[in-house]
């Protein structure tokens, strides 16, 4: 998760209601209820880097975003996920041996954030491969991203956008996905 969201870690005595997985191993949602207030919340548990592999991430996505070739060109491709998902594992192979100080389970993480923050929705990713919610909404900076669950309705999520261009950059990225599905 960028710094630009936070998942936000519930507070007070929680009880489990439900959990099911988004992308295992990756990505689950826990729905809890505050036993004291009796409020229901979407948790997302989402797999974190570490210090040192947020900043092999970062140097990763450098180094994709400078070989993977111009959008114009890929819009040529077809299958343009599964050619983008192809070379992102080329490219995390390739250059695995400069990054000798990160355990080899870090790099099925890294995988995962590319897919998510490359391919996907970035930090909503998890949340649009829920089959159980059927909206989604952020009434802004510093708040919740709220979600209408088939089963709890509308409920808040842990995920909040923490500043405006965070924020802006989600609305660029939904039109995005929206041209590019339609294509």
Request: negative net charge.
């Amino acid at each position: 998760m960028s710094l630009d969201f936070q998942l936000i870690q519930p507070i007070g005595q929680l009880k489990e209601l439900e959990k099911y997985p988004l992308y295992e191993p990756f990505a689950y949602a826990t729905i809890v209820q505050d036993e004291r207030t009796g409020d229901i919340m979407y948790y997302l548990e989402e797999i974190t880097l570490d210090p040192t592999e947020q900043q092999v991430y970062k140097e990763l996505v450098r180094i994709v975003m400078l070989e993977l070739p111009p959008p114009e060109e890929l819009m040529k491709m077809g299958d343009v996920k599964n050619y983008l998902l192809n070379e992102l594992k080329k490219i995390v192979g390739r250059y695995r041996r400069l990054f000798r100080n990160v355990p080899p389970s870090s790099f099925a993480k890294f995988l995962y954030y590319m897919e998510r923050d490359l391919l996907g929705y970035g930090p909503i990713d998890a949340l649009m491969r829920d089959e159980n919610i059927e909206d989604i909404s952020c009434d802004g900076v510093g708040r919740p991203i709220y979600v209408f669950h088939r089963k709890y309705e509308s409920i808040p999520t842990n995920i909040v956008p923490m500043t405006d261009q965070a924020l802006d950059d989600l609305v660029v990225k939904l039109i995005h996905m929206s041209g590019s599905m339609s294509q």
